[in-house]
T-cell receptor
Framework: GDSVTQMEGPVTLSEEAFLTINCTYTATGYPSLFWYVQYPGEGLQLLLKATKADDKGSNKGFEATYRKETTSFHLEKGSVQVSDSAVYFCALNQGAQKLVFGQGTRLTINP | NAGVTQTPKFQVLKTGQSMTLQCAQDMNHEYMSWYRQDPGMGLRLIHYSVGAGITDQGEVPNGYNVSRSTTEDFPLRLLSAAPSQTSVYFC??????????????FGPGTRLTVT
């Protein structure tokens, strides 16, 4: 079946560092891809998405490009802030209401 | 709009007890889902609904029941709680944004502990 694999966490960076969180997927067909963010004590919020190959999703300084040839959707940010500390989930759309999630990557940004 | 709301926020049950987790959305979304979140495993789909009166099983349905009598509400019932059901439960509603892409909105979650 479809699956999503994220880089192991936790990830700890200093403020203003460059961030990459790797995500690769296995899927039949052409799924839509998503990054969700979960701040402490809260539910998941959609961060960005891409619906077809070579699409780039972006939001709040984060970017990810749908790479069909490498089945990847890596999350990047050029300069992280303390407020970016959260758990990040990569996911793919497997039908109307079926999201398949990676295991999540906890990110901590130190001042 | 309140979005997706869940009650209660926290719950402690003894093994064998039953309870219902409530979920409601005010966005008139057709699709609703229940997920559980366990450490290191991301979120896993328990049950979902494509509209009032229609439900189906997800990846981990055993020990849970759902029903959807209205568009707004999608309660999750634990029939006889077990320690393995200790988890954080998220309800979500979704709508089609275009083509085959659906966007999901999540509630704040219910943290359940079964002793």
């Amino acid at each position: 079946g479809d699956s999503v694999t994220q880089m192991e966490g936790p990830v700890t960076l200093s403020e203003e560092a460059f961030l990459t969180i790797n995500c690769t997927y296995t899927a039949t067909g052409y799924p839509s891809l998503f990054w969700y963010v979960q701040y402490p004590g809260e539910g998941l919020q959609l961060l960005l998405k891409a619906t077809k190959a070579d699409d780039k999703g972006s939001n709040k300084g984060f970017e990810a490009t749908y790479r069909k040839e490498t089945t990847s959707f890596h999350l990047e940010k050029g300069s992280v802030q303390v407020s970016d500390s959260a758990v990040y989930f990569c996911a793919l759309n497997q039908g109307a209401q079926k999201l398949v999630f990676g295991q999540g990557t906890r990110l901590t940004i130190n001042p | 709009n309140a979005g997706v709301t869940q009650t209660p926020k926290f719950q402690v049950l003894k093994t064998g007890q039953s309870m219902t987790l409530q979920c409601a959305q005010d966005m008139n979304h057709e699709y609703m889902s229940w997920y559980r979140q366990d450490p290191g495993m991301g979120l896993r789909l328990i049950h979902y609904s494509v509209g009032a009166g229609i439900t189906d099983q997800g990846e981990v349905p055993n020990g849970y029941n759902v029903s959807r009598s209205t568009t707004e509400d999608f309660p999750l019932r634990l029939l006889s709680a077990a320690p393995s059901q200790t988890s954080v439960y998220f309800c979500a509603s979704s709508y089609r944004t275009g083509g085959s892409t659906y966007e999901q909105y999540f509630g704040p979650g219910t943290r359940l502990t079964v002793t």
